[in-house]
T-cell receptor
Framework: DTGVSQDPRHKITKRGQNVTFRCDPISEHNRLYWYRQTLGQGPEFLTY????????KSRLLSDRFSAERPKGSFSTLEIQRTEQGDSAMYLCASSLGAGNTGELFFGEGSRLTVL | GESVGLHLPTLSVQEGDNSIINCAYSNSASDYFIWYKQESGKGPQFIIDIRSNMDKRQGQRVTVLLNKTVKHLSLQIAATQPGDSAVYFCAENIGYGQNFVFGPGTRLSVLP
């Protein structure tokens, strides 16, 4: 098992374009998380899935952001009509279910630059 | 530019010394706390966690202390090594949900 995998690692786009990131969690993990991290800051929670169900979504997540986990395995995060403020590292993490555990396994992230 | 936002609190320690990284949390209802380590270019890595019914928890070379009275958390690293150089984040959670709230981080630099 190679851990959490994210693709692409880097994406440069023009303002107004749509982008999509993919996350492949550790295979036996049923929880999947998306976080956003800007330079010099801690990760900021975006959303969380338990299997294919999206159970929590940050109030900070605008309608331009949508995440899916259709078969309870990989997940995608789409940002529509990107803005320069969307430039950040988008981190995916996964964990085993059961109880409240903070032991999240993070991927190396997808860095988005919006020009 | 690249320097914007890089004004993290910084702790520099000599190799072999003990390190203490502090974190103040804001929500008195938080009952679960985690420390993460993030090396340059990588995602955060779980170090240790503690629940609010405990004051102290020890791992391998690390100890987390929780003071609920003053809403303070600390991470102690024994015999700090060059590989410990990273940014360290504390995160908190309230009993329900999976929204882990991360603090701003502290950069630990280990001097030879």
């Amino acid at each position: 098992d190679t851990g959490v995998s994210q693709d692409p690692r880097h994406k440069i786009t023009k303002r107004g374009q749509n982008v999509t990131f993919r996350c492949d969690p550790i295979s036996e993990h049923n929880r999947l998380y998306w976080y956003r991290q800007t330079l010099g800051q801690g990760p900021e929670f975006l959303t969380y899935f338990q299997n294919e169900a999206q159970l929590e979504k940050s109030r900070l997540l605008s309608d331009r952001f949508s995440a899916e986990r259709p078969k309870g395995s990989f997940s995608t995060l789409e940002i529509q009509r990107t803005e320069q403020g969307d430039s950040a590292m988008y981190l995916c993490a996964s964990s085993l279910g059961a109880g409240n555990t903070g032991e999240l396994f993070f991927g190396e992230g997808s860095r988005l630059t919006v020009l | 530019g690249e320097s914007v936002g890089l004004h993290l609190p910084t702790l520099s320690v000599q190799e072999g010394d003990n390190s203490i990284i502090n974190c103040a949390y804001s929500n008195s209802a938080s009952d679960y706390f985690i420390w993460y380590k993030q090396e340059s270019g990588k995602g955060p890595q779980f170090i240790i966690d503690i629940r609010s019914n405990m004051d102290k928890r020890q791992g391998q070379r690390v100890t987390v202390l929780l003071n609920k009275t003053v809403k303070h958390l600390s991470l102690q690293i024994a015999a700090t090594q060059p590989g410990d150089s990273a940014v360290y984040f504390c995160a908190e959670n309230i009993g329900y949900g999976q929204n882990f709230v991360f603090g701003p981080g502290t950069r630990l630099s280990v001097l030879p």
